[in-house]
């Protein structure tokens, strides 16, 4: 079997881009890895996607919502070739501006970065979204919203008893099934991370996209929290609260039906945010998500603090304990050797 460098040069052989020098980009929390190619045909500039099948990657997601996007005039990254057999996707360079990199540079710029990013997703969400892709429905958002009793407490060295994780688990989904049905396409990483500001194009089409593989059907609130109640900045609570109110005038949605769905889509959020930062440090050697703990606990308890979750508050605070520097420190002593 060939190696995987052998592989990847050969695909960059077959799509004329042999002779590109090559230079690492940031990764993310999956088994993907990024280059960036520069000096290729006509001395252009692209993204190396390397998702190896054998860690359990799959690109064909990814090509099918960018051609979605694209066709909607959004500006997903152009596929320059594709191998999905061997998890090799070459990508348009949508260059470094990251939303965040933008506003911390610029902070005046802040309101008109998510303005736009809020506008795009008005304007998605009036679109069908694409046949046959699964629901994030009530029951899959419980099941991951339970991710830190098998993750974040025993990462503390304890445990929750499984009548109580139940119960738990039971009140989310009614929640979730009562306010938050799958009506729309949602990206679900949708963050300033994974915007990039493209200032020379027209309309939605200035915001960059780059994470959505794991798009799925569901509630229009569920990418505005994921852009608003950010796990890696601070965003301020004054533009949040503008930034809702732009979405809910522009989709002319009931405010106070929309506020108790977007409450609960955080918590859920959150909660999976916090599952997933302890699994990354304790299963997959990456402890450099834990320092977001604190924030995204914050954001939990601000969701929580809805007059209709006061129930679910309870629950959660006589389950979990916040994690408070020592615990952090805890979970991180436990954390998995690098893979």
């Known amino acids: 079997m060939p190696e995987r460098a052998d592989v990847i040069t050969g695909f960059l052989d077959r799509a004329g881009w042999g002779k590109a020098t090559r230079q690492p980009l940031a990764g993310d929390a999956s088994n993907r890895r ?41 500006s997903a990254p ?27 540079r610029d902070p005046a710029r802040q309101d008109a970065l998510y303005a736009a990013a ?9 679109v069908a979204p694409p046949e046959g892709l699964a629901a994030y429905d009530a029951r899959t958002m419980a099941d991951l919203a339970c991710l830190p009793f098998q993750w974040y407490l025993p990462g503390l060295g304890g445990g929750a008893p499984d009548a109580e994780t139940d119960a738990f688990r039971a009140e989310i989904e009614m929640h979730l099934a009562l306010d938050c049905a799958p009506s729309v396409l949602i990206l679900r990483d949708f963050h300033a991370e994974n915007l990039i500001w493209l200032p020379e194009r027209q309309g939605p089409a200035r915001v960059g996209l780059l994470d959505f593989q ?8 569920y990418d505005l929290v994921s852009l608003l109640e950010d796990a890696r900045r601070d965003v301020p609570g004054d ?13 002319e949605q009931d405010p106070d039906t929309f506020a108790r769905a977007y409450a609960l889509l955080g918590a859920q959020r959150n909660l999976r945010i916090i599952g997933v930062f302890a699994r990354l440090c304790l299963r997959d050697g990456k402890p450099g998500y834990l320092p977001m703990l604190p924030r995204v606990w914050d954001h939990l308890m601000h969701d929580l603090s809805h007059p209709d979750l006061a129930g ?16 952090i420190d805890r979970i991180a002593r436990r954390c998995s050797p690098m893979r």
């Open 239 to 251: 533009l949040q609260a503008r930034m809702r109110a732009r979405y809910v005038a522009a989709t």
């Open 312 to 327: 679910l508050r309870a629950r959660c605070l006589a389950l979990l304990p916040p994690p408070e520097p020592d615990l």
């Open 78 to 104: 152009r596929i320059l070739a594709e191998a999905p057999e061997t998890g090799l996707l070459l990508l348009e360079d949508l260059g470094d501006d990251l939303f965040a990199r933008v506003a911390a």
């Open 118 to 126: 809020v506008d795009l997703l008005a304007g998605l969400h009036r």
């Open 214 to 221: 794991d798009a799925r059907v569901g509630h229009p609130a």
């Open 34 to 74: 990024y280059e960036r190619l520069t000096g290729g045909p006509e001395a252009a500039r692209a993204v190396l996607m390397d998702a190896p099948p054998e860690t359990g990657e799959d690109v064909r997601p990814f090509l099918r919502i960018a051609h979605y996007l694209s066709g909607l005039g959004l």
